[in-house]
């Protein structure tokens, strides 16, 4: 399980007339651009302008600039921090504890650390060159565990003494640094976490960051809060989606759809009673089933409360192979039913280009009412049993599913890697797995559990599911060509009987394009007319996206690198070692043909890939300028390319 670590922490040094107040900030997704001035403004050490800098090459030199000025500074020595937030919320005040450690990082695939939701690649990419120049963790990943009276005991013991930092935040939320230096203690705790996994709560895209900035050569840990889910304190919020616009839909229309699956109720409202009535409605949603929401519309005086009529489960509304607890959860029906199939927006909800998250529903109401937003719907919160129900399927929920508050303050306790200061860990067990797995070629029966694993890739790197449903037609556009009409080509990684990767290429690019038209373009074409246009219509519209790209590669490309390949592997088997043999048994037959080029394509968005292509030899040679994916086109499609040389014997 995830191996926990203590670790001198930076702080900012108030012995040199710093006030905290003034220095700290919220984490940066939650910061409005308005609201990052008035941070900036403040102090010139405020936080923000690490986390949010004009250049990520500023903020690395701004932050040597604090250290060297002593701005902040760090503690002699290794240790655990104990985190308390105290709240007043609905008149009640919430205390809530938490461990701030290094928790090493690890692959999800091992199943130490499962995150919930899915993250927005874009923001990754920034969190990512971030950590890149910094080398640093200025906010703690959110995690949760489930723990016992032995960790309440050992913690309770710091919590009657003063506090070794605190500070109150613009929310009125009391911020508290206990010190844990004791090295029985730090013992203790180490081994308690031993055997406990953790869920990643909040902060899955500064995590994956890290991760990837591990197998860069940056640090093997990260800053992380523990919090335990049994904690009194723990409060999660509801986050509300505000819809930009419905194309082609009037408010009407709206609720004619809508009325086919929900029970309706109105509350009418004037700008005089606007208040009560929208007590009343969350009133009522607090206390409604399961799948119900609150909303309000353009153009209309009326809060609306929709409840699923129960004659309508949504496992079985819901398309997919997503579990039945992914498919009950509020998100999932008011994406997956309500955005999706009835509104029909797909392709806005994964990049939040039309929609907007918030917690604020009075703000969020004003907007609607202004015509800055068409829609409103407003969401009970998650529960936290349904979040571990979930991450126990290995599943993802929709974005922005959990706000959980009070979050912790960037800037308070945070961690510089130095590479003299943690021992790299000899390499983890999961690795010995990759040796069992048997590279070989192709075989006629592998094609399912080729197609398996190409649509559980698909989406530059990750699963296709929620993107593309039609799993046939999938294959049909990207893998099947391969084992059926060039099957001497391709390779599988063999698990026991089950494809977990394989890589599929061509010597000849050029015949291999002509071919796959004659071959592939008839069961493409009825496939999509006479199956996907009627079962699943938005992935009939991605198809037309598809086909408007450019469908032949570049002459000069073909000439120089005539070959190609695609490699692809399932998550729970990556950082194995197997995508190297995968490459080197390809490339040693590429070799054999008496061919010195070879090319492959991925996406801008492909994070893992991308250094694992650079790591053995392959070099961009050619950029798009759109993505493939009509939800993300600023994510550009990326040619990379390598001249063979000598035989590589990894196979």
């Not at 013992?187 to 406990?196: D, H």
């Not at 409840?307 to 496992?315: Q, V």
């Not at 556009?477 to 599988?492: A, H």
């Amino acid at each position: 399980m995830p191996e926990i670590m203590p670790f001198k922490a930076y702080y900012y040094n108030t012995q040199k007339g710093i006030e905290l107040e003034k220095v700290l900030a919220p984490p940066h997704d939650v910061i409005s651009p308005t609201e990052r001035i008035t941070f900036q403004q403040k102090s010139p050490y405020n936080i923000v302008h690490l986390i949010l800098p004009d250049s990520y090459p500023m903020a690395a030199q701004m932050l040597n600039d604090f250290i060297k000025n002593e701005i902040v500074i760090q503690r002699k020595s290794p240790e655990f921090y104990l985190y308390g937030t105290k709240i007043l919320y609905n008149k009640f005040e919430f205390v809530r504890y938490g461990l701030i450690t290094l928790v090493r990082l690890s692959d999800f695939s091992e199943k130490q650390i499962f995150p919930h939701e899915k993250t927005f690649k874009k923001v990754a990419e920034g969190r990512l060159n971030l950590i890149r120049e910094t080398n640093a963790n200025f906010n703690p990943i959110f995690f949760i565990f489930k723990g016992n009276p032995l960790y309440s005991k050992l913690i309770q013991k710091y919590t009657k003494k003063r506090p070794f930092l605190e500070t109150t935040d613009g929310d009125n939320v009391t911020h508290m640094i206990w010190v844990i230096e004791d090295k029985q203690d730090i013992s203790t705790l180490q081994n308690y976490f031993k055997p406990i996994p953790l869920t990643i709560a909040d902060g899955h895209h500064r995590y994956l960051s890290a991760l990837i900035h591990s197998q860069e050569g940056g640090s093997k840990y990260i800053l992380g809060l523990l919090v335990d889910m049994n904690d009194p304190g723990l409060q999660i919020l509801p986050t509300h989606r505000l819809i930009q616009q419905v194309p082609t839909l009037t408010s009407d229309a709206i609720l004619n759809r809508l009325e086919n699956y929900f029970t309706i109720d109105k509350y009418a409202f004037t700008n005089d009673n606007l208040k009560e009535n929208l007590d009343e409605l969350l009133a009522q949603l607090s206390n409604s089933p399961p799948n119900s929401f609150g909303m309000t519309m353009q153009n209309q005086s009326n809060l609306f409360l929709l409840t699923l009529r129960p004659n309508f489960p949504p496992d079985a509304l819901i398309q997919g192979d997503w579990s039945a607890d992914w498919k009950s959860l509020d998100v999932s029906v008011l994406h997956e039913l309500i955005l999706t199939k009835l509104l029909e927006i797909p392709e806005e909800i994964e990049d939040a280009k039309n929609i907007i998250y918030t917690k604020d529903i009075k703000n969020a109401i004003q907007q609607v009412l202004e015509g800055s937003f068409q829609l409103l719907f407003i969401l009970n919160p998650t529960k936290v049993e349904q979040i571990l129900k979930v991450t126990k399927h290995s599943e993802l929920m929709p974005h922005k599913s959990t706000y959980f508050y009070p979050k912790p303050l960037s800037g308070l306790i945070f961690y510089k890697y130095n590479p003299n200061e943690v021992q790299e860990i000899k390499s983890s067990p999961h690795l010995k797995i990759g040796s069992k797995v048997t590279i070989r070629k192709c075989r006629k029966s592998d094609q399912n559990g080729i197609m398996e694993v190409c649509f559980r890739t698909g989406y530059m790197g990750e699963d296709l599911r929620g993107h593309f449903q039609d799993k046939k037609l999938f294959g049909y556009l990207f893998c099947l060509y391969y084992p059926q009409n060039e099957p001497e080509t391709c390779f599988v990684a063999d698990h026991k009987g089950r494809i977990v990767g394989y890589i599929l290429g061509s010597p000849n690019t050029s015949r291999q394009e002509r071919l796959f038209i004659v071959k592939m373009g008839w069961r493409i074409l009825l496939r999509a007319f006479f199956i996907t246009f009627w079962r699943y219509h938005t992935d009939f519209k991605t198809l037309i996206h598809f086909l408007r790209l450019p469908q032949s590669s570049n002459p000069d490309i073909s000439k120089r690198y005539p070959a190609h390949l695609h490699i692809d592997i399932l998550e729970s088997y990556q950082h194995r070692g197997i995508g190297t043999r995968l490459m080197a048994r390809y490339e040693n037959f590429i070799r054999k043909l008496k061919i010195t080029g070879i090319h492959l394509g991925t996406s801008e968005g492909n994070y893992k890939a991308i250094p694992f292509y650079k790591k053995l030899g392959y070099t961009i040679i050619h950029t798009d300028r759109i993505g493939m994916w009509p939800d993300a086109l600023e994510k550009r499609g990326l040619i990379f390319a390598k001249v063979l040389n000598k035989k590589i014997n990894l196979c």
